[in-house]
């Protein structure tokens, strides 16, 4: 079993629609958690970290729960730039280490 | 600032040879590393860098080395290419305290045939 999940997609949404991801990851000792963007053939990039309690960044928000062990992300007002792969990634710290653990990502396509 | 850089950006080797990958970032981030990313598969982590001087192995180390003699530069050696190591090449750094935000290069695209 992946220590992180992702649903690849891709999702086809129209322009305006409202969007949302989730992700399952297996290890306990997993402490924080994220979503990066990737561009088609470009780098990861930091989306935004996710918090227990929640948090939004404009049309973004995410959303954790830790007793069942996934994260979300929701767009809101989906717009065409919106369009990119969204990783998940879990930072698992244990004693003596921690470590990135990449989700493969969920793909998004916004069309017109 | 240019961040995160790399080169090159593709490559094609033939299976025996050997290459270095080159990996250079501005920032004084004291935290380096090389990721390679495989369809299907999410970034694994190859080696990493705490700061100059020391490296350790990641997930995938097998068949690549690094070196770390400045805080600058990290570059990854690929001792003799293997078809197996056909996939894009990511170097990333990030503050030590922070590795939860890396900065991505733009990559390296390595084919061996």
């Known amino acids: 079993r992946k220590e992180v999940e992702q649903d690849p997609g891709p999702f086809n949404v129209p322009e305006g629609a409202t969007v949302a991801f989730n992700c399952t990851y297996s290890?306990?000792?997993?402490?924080?958690f994220f979503w990066y963007r990737q561009d088609c053939r470009k780098e990861p990039k930091l989306l935004m970290s996710?918090?227990?309690s929640g948090n939004e960044d404009g049309r973004f928000t995410a959303q954790l729960n830790r007793a069942s062990q996934y994260i979300s992300l929701l767009i809101r007002d989906s717009k065409l730039s919106d369009s990119a792969t969204y990783l998940c990634?879990?930072?698992?710290?244990?004693?003596?280490?921690?470590?990135?653990?990449f989700g493969t990502g969920t793909r998004l396509l916004v069309s017109p | 600032n240019a961040g995160v850089t790399q080169t090159p950006k593709f490559q094609v080797l033939k299976t025996g040879q050997s290459m270095t990958l080159q990996c250079a970032q501005d920032?004084?981030?004291?935290?380096m590393s090389w990721y390679r990313q495989d369809p299907g598969m999410g970034l694994r982590l190859i080696h990493y860098?705490?700061?100059?001087?020391?490296?350790d192995q990641g997930e995938v180390p097998n068949g690549y080395n690094v070196s770390r003699s400045t805080t600058e530069d990290f570059p990854l050696r690929l001792l003799s290419a293997a078809p197996s190591q056909t996939s894009v090449y990511f170097c990333?750094?990030?503050?030590?305290?922070?590795?939860?935000?890396?900065?991505f290069g733009p990559g390296t695209r390595l084919t061996v045939l």
């Open positions: 990333a750094s990030s503050y030590r305290g922070r590795r939860d935000e890396q900065f």
């Open positions: 860098s705490v700061g100059a001087g020391i490296t």
């Open positions: 990634v879990v930072n698992v710290r244990n004693t003596g280490f921690q470590k990135l653990v």
């Open positions: 996710v918090y227990s």
């Open positions: 920032m004084n981030h004291e935290y």
């Open positions: 290890n306990s000792a997993s402490q924080s």
